[in-house]
Nanobody
Framework: VRLVESGGGLVQPGGSLRLSCTAS????????MSWYRQAPGKERELVAT????????DYANSVQGRFTISRDNAKNTVYLQMTSLRPEDTAIYYC??????????WGQGTQVTVSS
């Protein structure tokens, strides 16, 4: 199993970024995928989740209306489109999936910094 995130970077407040997570080693379309983030000194928090087929999504209150999770099962990739970014969105962003035997698999993370 491998999850590889990309797309992070430095962006000004109000800006946008799109994160990608490309998966391999499992039946990607069969599993929900999630994005988490961890800011310095804080616990890792769930940002968004999407079902295996992509028809159901869920978001943390803090990003509702600003972030959009999507997936392309043909490319084994899940995305996080982030708009209206705020300094408090600064964090390392991780993608994750939970296997059928309840084991969590994480990517290495991608840094997002929102600063002027």
């Amino acid at each position: 199993v491998r999850l590889v995130e990309s797309g992070g970077g430095l962006v000004q407040p109000g800006g946008s970024l799109r994160l990608s997570c490309t998966a391999s080693g499992f039946s990607f379309s069969a599993y929900a995928m999630s994005w988490y983030r961890q800011a310095p000194g804080k616990e890792r928090e769930l940002v968004a989740t999407i079902s295996g087929g992509g028809g159901s999504t869920d978001y943390a209150n803090s990003v509702q209306g600003r972030f959009t999770i999507s997936r392309d099962n043909a490319k084994n990739t899940v995305y996080l489109q982030m708009t209206s970014l705020r300094p408090e969105d600064t964090a390392i962003y991780y993608c994750k999936f939970r296997s059928a035997w309840s084991q969590d698999y994480w990517g290495q993370g991608t840094q997002v910094t929102v600063s002027s």
